[in-house]
C-alpha cells in the first residue's frame, strides 16, 4: 500500500530552537518529495523540494532525503512563532501515463513555536 | 499573490442545485490539479488534467466533474452533492514532468446542505 505517514503532533518548540520534521514513504519508485507549509484556513505553500539523496538547504530550511531509508525530513532553524503552521509532506508515488503528478500528502505535522 | 486564482471563495448550496467551481493559472503551466481537503486532513487528489488528457482519482464520485477549456482554465461542475462533500476544494497548477512543485490557489470553501 503506497503510504506517506508524519507524526501529527503537535511539536512544540522554543523560538529560536531547531525544529526536526520528519516523513516516510513506501513506495521506493518515489522520485521526488515536497514540504509544504498550510497555515489554518490557508491553501499550501511550497517551502521545498529535494530529488536526490543528502541535504538541501534554503535560507533557514534544510531538507534531507535518504532514498535507501526512504525518509525525508525538514529542519527549521532559528524557529519563529510564525513557523507555527501544518507542514504536510508530499511524496510524487507514480509519474502517470500523461506525465501528470501523483502526489500523496502525508497527514501533517503541526508545530506551535512558543515566544 | 497567488498566481493561481479560485472562484468563488465560498460557496454554500443544497443537495439538488448545481455549481461550478474556477480555477484559472497565470504561470504558464500545462498542468492543473483539483484537491479536496477535509478540516485537519490532509489534500486527497481529485483529477488531474496535462497534455490535454485528464486523468481521475477511481475513488472520486460522478458528482464531481471536471472540464479544462484551455489550458489556463480548470472547472470544477458539481452535481447533487451530500452534505459529506463539504471541503476545502483546491485547484493547483505546474509544469508538466514529474520534478516539478505544484503551486496551490486559495481554495474554495464549499458548503453543502
Known sequence: ?115 | DTEVTQTPKHLVMGMTNKKSLKCEQHMGHRAMYWYKQKAKKPPELMFVYSYEKLSINESVPSRFSPECPNSSLLNLHLHALQPEDSALYLCASSQEGPDNEQFFGPGTRLTVL
Open chain 1, 1 to 115: 500500500q503506497k503510504e506517506v505517514e508524519q507524526n501529527s503532533g503537535p511539536l512544540s518548540v522554543p523560538e529560536g530552537a531547531i525544529a526536526s520534521l520528519n516523513c516516510t514513504y513506501s513506495d521506493r519508485g518515489s522520485q521526488s518529495f515536497f514540504w509544504y507549509r498550510q497555515y489554518s484556513g490557508k491553501s499550501p505553500e511550497l517551502i521545498m523540494f529535494i530529488y536526490s539523496n543528502g541535504d538541501k538547504e534554503d535560507g533557514r530550511f534544510t531538507a534531507q532525503l535518504n532514498k535507501a531509508s526512504q525518509y525525508v525530513s525538514l529542519l527549521i532553524r532559528d524557529s519563529q512563532p510564525s513557523d507555527s503552521a501544518t507542514y504536510l509532506c508530499a511524496v510524487n508515488l507514480v509519474v502517470l501515463d500523461n506525465y501528470g503528478q501523483n502526489f500523496v500528502f502525508g497527514p501533517g505535522t503541526r508545530l506551535s513555536v512558543l515566544p
